[in-house]
């Protein structure tokens, strides 16, 4: 038992000690505790929530999700600006590019955009929210909820100790299908009448699963090829990739092909 504890605070200091001295100062960096208090209260919300709405009217949120969306918008094209921008003036590789753990300013640019890349997939949970107090229950499925609640501890992880180097590419390619993502919803929320002009969602699913494939490729080219990043993270990014590929392929299915072919 005493062995266990002492692993366990050996970690606890692990944890703190080597983590990146300039991201720690920021807000929701330094401990894992808070983004585990914001998880557990997601999946309490999550439990809960559907069971306050059973008897209550949906709530009508028009306003709300169309400054949500457009706003989610912005923030992504500021993001994909920001990595774009601090990964081309520092003559940042596509093929390997360690972390730069300086502060010097382009450094602290992509370490910045690092962190309002995680600080927006805490911003997400929001989605789930909305779905709830709408009484869209169908839409809080496995592939929702995984994917919402496993990104805030990958990104708070990255801007924890890996704010920048490889971790650029997803910075790079998220927000942009992002971008096109909440454009989509934004619009839609706008009403009924926009849904002529709505006909492209199934190419929505395309382009995230084409930007989990390309993230798949850059990862496992940096599990083999010489590059100063920890093969740990390339690791484990490669694996969680997959699982999004398995579980998008899935939802494009059971949503267009299978869809479909019950029609004919």
């Known amino acids: 038992m005493a062995s266990a504890w002492e692993k366990l605070e050996s970690y606890h200091r692990w944890i703190f000690e080597n983590g990146d001295k300039r991201t720690d100062p920021w807000l929701l960096v330094y ?26 009217e949906p709530v009508d949120l028009k306003v709300v999700l169309i400054v949500y969306n457009f706003a989610m918008v912005l923030l992504s094209v500021y993001m994909f600006h920001e990595f774009v921008m601090a990964s081309w003036l520092a003559n940042y590789s596509y093929l390997c590019q360690p972390v730069d753990y300086s502060t010097s ?3 602290m640019r992509m370490a910045s955009a690092v962190w309002w890349f995680f600080f927006s997939k805490v911003i997400e949970l929001s989605d789930t929210v909305f779905f709830i107090l709408r009484k869209k229950n169908n839409q809080l499925t496995f592939l929702h909820v ?25 910075g790079v390619l998220n927000p ?4 096109v993502m909440y ?21 929505l699913t395309s ?16 599990l083999f090829a010489d590059c100063d990043f ?18 998008f392929s899935n939802f494009y299915y059971q949503s267009y092909v299978n869809r479909k072919s019950k029609k004919l």
Do not use: E
């Not at 382009?207 to 990862?219: P, S």
């Open 105 to 107: 300013p382009l450094a």
């Open 176 to 179: 942009f299908v992002h971008t």
């Open 146 to 170: 995984y994917h919402h609640s496993t990104m805030i501890f990958n990104w708070w992880a990255g801007v924890k100790y890996l704010a920048g180097g490889q971790s650029f590419f997803i």
């Open 183 to 203: 454009s989509y919803y934004g619009l839609a929320a706008l009403g009924p009448h926009m849904q002529k002009y709505l006909w492209w969602k199934r190419y």
């Open 230 to 247: 920890p093969d740990t993270m390339n690791t484990f990014v490669f694996a969680y990739l997959l699982s999004l590929i398995a579980l």
């Open 207 to 222: 382009l995230q699963l084409l930007q989990f494939v390309l993230l798949t490729i850059h990862t496992a080219y940096n």
């Open 31 to 56: 401990s894992p505790v808070p983004v585990i208090c914001i998880f557990l209260s997601y999946l309490g919300v999550i439990w809960i929530g559907p069971k306050l709405m059973k008897h209550r």
